[in-house]
């Protein structure tokens, strides 16, 4: 079943083409990757799918139903949720307070208070939950708005750029969460440029060059693809 | 009852600066000095602190818009001067018999509210944040000061209340409660002081319990990061214009007070002076916290009329002096950060002590 399907979607800002008629097929229970070189149009794709931008043209289609008219938090509500690229924490805010948010309108009372001390410990931001998240390292900001987007319970989670700034073995154990809930029954679109993460949880990868859908497949044939290495492995491998 | 008690929790909580036995005890001590202080003082005196009193609710206002909300509303006086007039029209025409005074105080501060849901209609579904926020708000409020300023003519009247142009409205009667035998008029001295002190304490905890609640929580949030709280599911159009309809309401019931206080409302009190001093006491305060909020206008606005008289221009340079130090020194606010040094000595001497 699919659970999220864009359709001919196209973006333009002026001349640019940021999405040229992208059709993107996500099925329910996968992790698909998101590739492509700077400017591919990666996270204008995501800000259609949120709702922060609205396409030209084309249609987005979200458990069957058409979305693409819904304002952001409507689409929340139907079950996405997202991580951005520069951390988008509560920065002024405890640690504690930033779930509180998060999980206040699905839990209340001392069934909140358990919510928050599980997701602090799944976390590993116990000892951090007094502290203001702007003072937290970058890694565990990245952590703290994780875990707020995964408190949603979302049928699909977006994850832009989820290790940016890690360290190899902090990559490694977000890609352990991420395989994690994706058991949990979520569905993952994360857009990465660290190879290893996206080997490591990728049941397909998408390639997007220049607004379009350039390639598609699971990760070994995204790497034996020449095409792609010209455009983008191959600078990497350079 | 539980339900009661949960509200009552919310009197502390991360928004809101001061908590445990300590604070609630001084906050007893000062409560109780100021019911106590009329007995012993004279009437102009008592009369001067409702004055300062006045001006709490608009400070407050702009605390809950700027400092939690973060939204700069440079129009808190708009409310303010709606809400005057709309008193001084309603009780010029149809007098204080009954008890219409205190209706005519709860109209006036929904018209100034139902204006608010008009005007962050518009500015909160159309996405206007940041500067021009207060660009339109300032707009407001001063075109309302233009057009209340030319309305001198005898032609300007409604029903028998004449707006009077720039000498303003005057003359309307006091508030008045209804009693058997003879009613209780609130002249500006004893009787007014009560049931204004009443209102402050009523409307600073009502808005710690708001700001330490799920809905508290969400504003905050909206002035952190509103993309963030966007995407987590709130529709923060909703919440901003909510907060600011709450904030006008409370501007306009400065207003009404102010016009009761004097029996006289002015266009000026919607100027460019005006509209600019709130943000002052407010920031000099610590707008992002009530309690603070409320100790730095009362403060400033002693200090500006221990000024005014050595001349009103002086007073109003230094108050240009005391935002800019407040900025430089503790752009969070001198009263707040005074308050937290005090919390951090309190809290190490706890920890000595256990």
Known sequence: MSLLELRKLNKHFGGLHVTNSVDLTLQAGEIHCLIGPNGAGKSTLFRLILGEHHPGSGDILFAGENITALKSFARIHRGLSVKFQVPGVFKGLSVRQNLEIALQSRHRGEELEAEIDRLLTFLGLESEQAQVAGNLSHGQKQWLEIGMAVSLKPRLLLLDEPTAGMSPEETYMTGEMVQRLNADGMTVLAIEHDMAFVRQVAHRVTVLHLGQVFAQGSIDEIVADERVAAIYLGQAHA | ?354
């Open chain 2, 1 to 354: 009852m539980t339900g009661l008690l949960a509200m009552f929790r919310r009197l502390e909580g991360p928004q809101t600066v001061g908590r445990g036995p300590a604070f609630w005890g001084l906050f007893a001590l000062v409560l109780a000095a100021a019911l106590a202080y009329p007995l012993f003082s004279d009437g102009y005196t008592v009369g001067n602190t409702v004055y300062f009193f006045v001006w709490v609710f608009i400070a407050l206002s702009l605390c809950l818009i700027w400092g939690y909300g973060g939204s700069l509303s440079f129009g808190q006086t708009a409310f303010f001067g709606i809400a005057g007039y709309g008193y001084g029209i309603f009780t010029i025409n149809f007098g204080s018999a009954y008890g219409f005074t205190l209706l005519a105080l709860v109209m006036a501060v929904g018209i100034a509210a139902l204006f608010a849901v008009l005007l962050g209609y518009f500015m909160f579904f159309g996405r206007i944040a940041g500067v021009f926020l207060g660009i339109v708000t300032l707009a407001v409020t001063l075109m309302l000061e233009r057009f209340m300023a030319q309305t001198a003519g005898p032609e300007w009247r409604i029903g028998s209340a004449r707006l009077n142009g720039f000498n303003g409205m005057s003359a309307m009667p006091p508030l008045t409660i209804p009693w058997p035998g003879e009613p209780i008029v609130l002249f500006a001295d004893i009787g007014l002081y009560y049931l204004v002190l009443g209102l402050l304490v009523l409307v600073y905890l009502a808005l710690r319990i708001l700001m330490n609640s799920s809905f508290g929580n969400v504003i905050v949030a909206i002035r952190e990061n509103p993309e963030r709280a966007e995407m987590l599911g709130y529709d923060i159009r909703k919440y901003q214009l909510i907060t600011f309809v709450i904030g006008a309401a409370l501007a306009g019931l400065s207003g009404v007070l102010y016009t009761v206080w004097g029996q006289y409302i002015t266009p000026s009190s919607m100027g460019m002076t005006a509209a600019a001093l709130p943000l002052i006491w407010v920031a000099v305060g610590g707008r992002s916290d009530l309690t603070s909020t409320v100790i730095g206008t009362l403060v400033v606005l002693a200090a500006f009329q221990a000024l005014t008289i050595y001349g009103s221009q002086y007073a109003l340079v230094f108050m240009g002096v005391l935002l800019v130090l407040t900025v430089l020194i503790a752009p969070n606010g001198l009263v707040l950060g005074v308050m937290n040094w005090l919390g951090r000595i309190a809290a190490r001497l706890t920890q000595r002590a256990g």
